[in-house]
C-alpha cells in the first residue's frame, strides 16, 4: 500500500495520507535547537540535549506514537464544530478531511482542508536560531463568511531534564511558573534558582521558554494543561476549544502548556497569514524580540528560503542521475539528509530514542561522519577533533563524548570494564577519509589533547588506538571482546576475543602504513607496523578460518561462535564482509565467504545478521537470545551491516549481486508496500525483521542509525564508484549488467566535476578510458582541478 511520493525536483515527500501505518517524521533544527515532527504535527523539541533539555513532552511508546505536538486548533463559532489544522488529534473522517503534509530538509509543510477552510502550515527553525516557527495561511474556501476561533498548543515538561520531568512528579509537578506577558507565554522552571549557562547539566537551575503569534492579537489563554483539556479529556477533545473559549489558566504547579487563543473572520475566499513562534528565552526579552523581528511577515519567508538554499546546497555537492529512479530520490536527497541528521543526533533523539544515550556514542558518532564529509567537510573537521579528544592516552575511547561537557585533558579514563573493543579503530575509518576530501594532509600532525592527559599528534591518536588493541589481545592473537565489539549481545568475556574487532585491527595497521609511507615517518614506524599485519594476518589464518567461511569470535574458555560446529548462529555476517574489507582474505576465502552470505544469509528485505536464530542457546553465551527469533541482534536484518556487505561484493566486482543486496534494504524501493515495511519509506532504520519470525520485513527504529552512513556511504563509492583520495577522485563504478549509463556531478576541493559513465559493453566493474575536458588521463584517478573550475569527465567502462 502506497500513503505518499517522492516529489524529487522540490526534494520533499509528501505524504498524501495521514493514516500511516506509523508516525512518519523529520526533524528540525540544528545542534542546539532541534525538534522532531510528524506527518500529523506531534513530536517535541529540546535544547542541546534530548535528556537534559527536552522542554516541551512527549509520552514514548504511546497510541499513537507522536503525542503531543505542535497543534493548532479550530473552532466554528457558528456551528460549534472544531478540528485541527493537522489531522490528528482531532482525527476528522477522512472522507471529509484532506490532508497533505511535505518533509523536506529541516522543515515540514502541513496542509488540511475541512468545512471549506485550509490551512498550510510550515514548520521550521531559522539558521543559526534558538526558537521555531510555524508559518500558517487560513483561507475561506467557501460562499459565506465565517468566524473562527483558534488555538496554539503545546504540552511544557516542567524540568527540561526528561526523567525528573517524567519520572520525579513529587518534585517536577511543583516548579512549574507560567505567566503571559504582553500576549506571549512565559515557560518557566526553577525561577527561584538562578540561571547557570555555565553548567547545562545541572537541573536544578531556572530555565524559561516563550510562545509568541505575529500577526494575530490573542484574546485569551491558557497554560495550565487539566484547564484546557480537561481533566477526562484527550487531545483529540480539548473542554476549551469544544467550549471554544481560554479560561487564561496560570500554571504555578502541575501541568503547563502552551495555548494563546485568537478569533478571526473570513469573507469568501479571504486568506490571512500568522505565525506562532516558540524558542529559548523569557517572554519579556527574547520572546518580544522575536516578535518584533518579525512584525513583516515577509521576513519569514526569507528566512526559509535561507534555510531550504543552505541544506539544499549541502546536498548538491554530489548528485546522480541512474537508470534507477529509486536509487536517484535516495541518493540527492534523503539517503544524504538522514546522514546529516544521524551526524548530528548520533542515537539521542527520535520518536524512539527518548534521551538514553545522552550525548554522542564514541563509535557509533565516528562511522557517522562517512556520509557527510562531502557535504559538511567543516562540521566534521570540529565533530572528528571533539571525537579524537575523546579517546584516552591508553588508547581506548570514552563509550560517550559530550559536546556541551567535555572537558579534554580532566575526563576520567574509563575502567577497564567499560571499555569497548572497536571504538578507537573506526578512526581509521574517518580520519583519512576526511583528509582525503578536503586535501589536509597537515591534520596528521596537528596536536590534540587525549580526554584524560597528555596529548599527541593525529598520527600519534592513531598509533595508539593500534597499540591499544595490540596489547588488549587474548589466546589467538586477537583483539578482546571487552565489554562488547560492535555487537553488544555477545558475551566473550574481557579475555574472550573477536575476530571482527582482528579485521578492524588489519584495516588499521594497513591503514597506518598507507599513511606512514605518505608522510614519509620513519621507516622504523613502518617496519613496526608491517611486523604486527604479519603476525595478525598469521593468527588470522591459523585461527580465523572456519572451512567455508570466518569464525565470529571465540569465549574466554576456547567456545567458538560462528562455526559450522554451532547449532544455531553458526554464521555470522561481519566477519565475512571485514575480511574482504580488511584486506585479509585470499581470493579464494573471499569467494567462499560471501557465498556463503548469499546462500546462509540473503534474504528478499535484506542480509541477516547470523543465522540460525538463537532458540535454545544459553542466554548467558549470547545475549542475542533474550530477543525473539528474527529480532535485532538475533538473526534480524540489522541494517547497519548492509553496506558492508554491498562493499565487500563491488570489491569482488559482482556488481549484480552487490546492487540487488543495495536494493532489498533500500527504504524508497519500499514506497509501494509501506504496509509491509511500516516506518518512513524515505530513511533507513535500525533493523528489519528476518524470516524467522512472522512479522517478516516490517522495520524498526527509523532514522538515526548507522545504516544510514554506510548505505550512502557504499552506493557513492563502491556502485557509483566516485572515491575520494589523496592526489584526486578515482573513478571505479561496480553496477548492475543492465545500466548503460549514469551521470555524477561532484563539488571536490572547490572544483566541479561534471562525469558521464557509459557502459557499452555490459559489465559489472571495470574501466577501459577516462577524459578530463576532452584529454585521457592515465589510470582511473582524476586530479585535484583547481578550486572554482567546471571540469566535464567521459567514462567508458570496459
Known amino acids: 500500500m502506497q500513503y505518499g511520493y517522492f516529489d524529487d525536483k522540490n526534494k520533499e515527500y509528501v505524504i498524501e495520507r495521514p493514516d500511516t501505518p506509523s508516525s ?155 505567566n503571559v506577558v504582553d500576549g506571549i507565554i512565559s515557560h518557566a522552571s526553577n525561577v527561584n534558582l538562578p540561571e547557570m549557562p555555565d553548567d547545562f547539566e545541572e537541573k536544578d537551575q531556572a530555565r524559561y521558554t516563550f510562545l509568541g503569534a505575529v500577526g494575530l492579537d490573542p484574546v485569551g489563554y491558557d497554560t495550565d494543561r487539566e484547564a484546557f483539556i480537561g481533566p477526562y479529556r484527550t487531545y483529540a477533545n480539548p473542554i476549551a476549544v469544544e467550549k471554544g473559549q481560554c479560561s487564561n489558566s496560570l500554571a504555578k504547579a502541575g501541568n503547563p502548556c502552551g495555548t494563546l487563543q485568537f478569533e478571526i473572520t473570513l469573507e469568501p475566499g479571504e486568506e490571512k497569514d500568522f505565525a506562532i513562534f516558540m524558542g529559548i528565552g523569557r517572554a519579556e526579552k527574547e520572546g518580544k524580540e522575536v516578535v518584533a523581528k518579525f512584525a513583516n511577515l515577509d521576513l519569514i519567508d526569507t528566512e526559509f528560503n535561507k534555510l531550504q538554499n543552505y541544506w539544499h546546497s549541502k546536498m548538491s555537492q554530489m548528485s546522480v542521475q541512474t537508470p534507477d529512479g529509486d536509487v536517484d530520490s535516495m541518493l540527492n536527497m534523503w539517503s544524504q539528509f538522514n546522514s546529516l541528521m544521524t551526524f548530528f543526533w548520533s542515537r539521542a533523539a527520535s520518536l524512539v530514542y527518548s534521551g538514553a544515550r545522552d550525548g554522542l556514542g564514541y563509535r557509533d558518532t565516528v562511522q557517522d561522519m562517512l556520509g557527510v564529509m562531502h557535504s559538511i567537510p567543516e562540521l566534521v573537521q570540529e565533530r572528528l577533533e571533539l571525537m579524537i579528544t575523546g579517546q584516552v592516552a591508553s588508547g581506548g575511547a570514552m563509550p560517550v563524548v559530550k559536546p556541551f561537557a567535555h572537558k579534554p585533558g580532566f575526563e576520567r579514563e574509563p575502567n577497564p570494564e567499560e571499555f569497548r573493543s572497536d571504538d578507537a579503530l573506526w578512526l581509521f575509518n574517518a580520519i583519512p577519509a576526511y583528509v582525503k576530501e578536503t586535501g589536509d594532509l597537515d591534520f596528521y600532525h596537528k596536536v590534540l589533547p587525549y580526554a584524560d592527559k597528555d596529548e ?291 563539488q571536490f576541493r572547490g572544483a566541479n566535476y561534471q562525469i558521464s559513465v557509459s557502459n557499452p559493453n555490459g559489465v559489472n566493474k571495470g574501466v577501459a578510458s577516462i577524459k578530463l575536458n576532452g584529454e585521457l588521463i592515465s589510470g582511473q584517478c582524476l586530479p585535484a582541478c583547481p578550486a572554482g573550475s567546471e571540469n566535464t569527465v567521459e567514462v567508458i567502462m570496459g
Open 24 to 178: 512518519w517524521s523529520n526533524y528540525l533544527g540544528s545542534t542546539r535547537y532541534g525538534a522532531i515532527i510528524t506527518n500529523n504535527a506531534g513530536g517535541y523539541s529540546f535544547f542541546k540535549s534530548v535528556a537534559q533539555g527536552r522542554f516541551t513532552r512527549l509520552r514514548f511508546n504511546a497510541v499513537p506514537m507522536d503525542q503531543a505536538g505542535r497543534y493548532i486548533y479550530i473552532h466554528d463559532a457558528e456551528s460549534k464544530d472544531y478540528w485541527s489544522a493537522s489531522w490528528q488529534p482531532v482525527a476528522k473522517p477522512l472522507d471529509e478531511y484532506k490532508s497533505e503534509c511535505r518533509h523536506g530538509s529541516a522543515y515540514t509543510k502541513i496542509s488540511s482542508d475541512y468545512s471549506d477552510i485550509s490551512t498550510d502550515t510550515t514548520f521550521f527553525v531559522p539558521l543559526d536560531a534558538d526558537y521555531e516557527c510555524w508559518s500558517t495561511k487560513i483561507k475561506n474556501n467557501g460562499t459565506t463568511k465565517r468566524t473562527l476561533k483558534l488555538f496554539t498548543y503545546v504540552e511544557y515538561g516542567c524540568n527540561w531534564n526528561a526523567a525528573d520531568d517524567l519520572n520525579n512528579l513529587q518534585y517536577s509537578q511543583y516548579i512549574t511558573n507560567m
Open 456 to 746: 599527541g599528534t593525529v598520527l600519534q591518536h592513531l598509533r595508539q588506538a593500534l597499540e591499544f588493541s595490540i596489547k588488549h589481545s587474548g589466546a589467538h592473537g586477537f583483539p578482546c571482546g571487552m565489554l562488547a565489539d560492535w555487537n553488544d549481545c555477545l558475551e566473550l568475556g574481557q579475555e574472550g576475543e573477536t575476530v571482527f574487532v582482528a579485521f578492524q585491527l588489519r584495516y588499521g595497521l594497513k591503514t597506518y602504513i598507507e599513511i606512514c609511507e605518505l608522510l614519509g615517518t620513519s621507516q622504523d614506524e613502518i617496519t613496526w607496523a608491517r611486523a604486527e599485519l604479519a603476525k595478525l594476518d598469521k593468527n588470522l589464518h591459523e585461527h580465523a578460518w572456519d572451512g567455508e567461511w570466518f569464525l565470529r569470535a571465540y569465549r574466554d574458555d576456547g567456545l567458538k561462535f560462528g562455526s559450522k560446529e554451532n547449532k544455531e548462529g553458526s554464521i555470522f555476517l561481519n566477519t565475512q564482509t571485514w575480511s574482504v574489507l580488511s584486506g585479509h582474505a585470499s581470493d579464494q576465502e573471499q569467494v567462499s565467504a560471501m557465498d556463503a552470505v548469499h546462500k546462509d544469509l540473503a534474504t528478499d528485505y535484506g542480509i541477516m545478521l547470523c543465522a540460525p536464530a538463537f532458540v535454545n542457546t544459553d542466554y548467558k553465551v549470547v545475549r542475542a537470545a533474550l530477543f525473539n527469533p528474527g529480532l535485532k541482534e538475533n538473526a534480524a536484518i540489522f541494517t547497519h551491516t548492509q553496506g558492508w556487505t554491498v562493499m565487500a561484493e563491488a570489491m569482488l566486482g559482482r556488481g549484480d549481486r552487490a546492487f540487488d543486496y543495495y536494493k532489498s534494504t533500500l527504504p524508497a524501493a519500499y514506497n509501494e508496500r509501506a504496509d509491509v515495511r511500516q516506518i518512513e519509506p524515505y530513511v533507513y532504520c535500525q533493523s528489519t525483521i528476518s524470516k524467522f519470525h512472522p512479522l517478516e520485513g516490517a522495520s524498526r527504529l527509523p532514522w538515526l542509525t548507522g545504516a544510514a552512513t554506510w548505505a550512502y556511504y557504499a552506493a557513492s563509492q563502491y556502485i557509483i564508484g566516485i572515491q575520494p583520495d589523496y592526489n584526486g577522485l578515482t573513478i571505479d563504478p561496480c553496477i548492475p549488467a543492465k545500466w548503460d549509463q549514469f551521470q555524477v556531478s561532484r
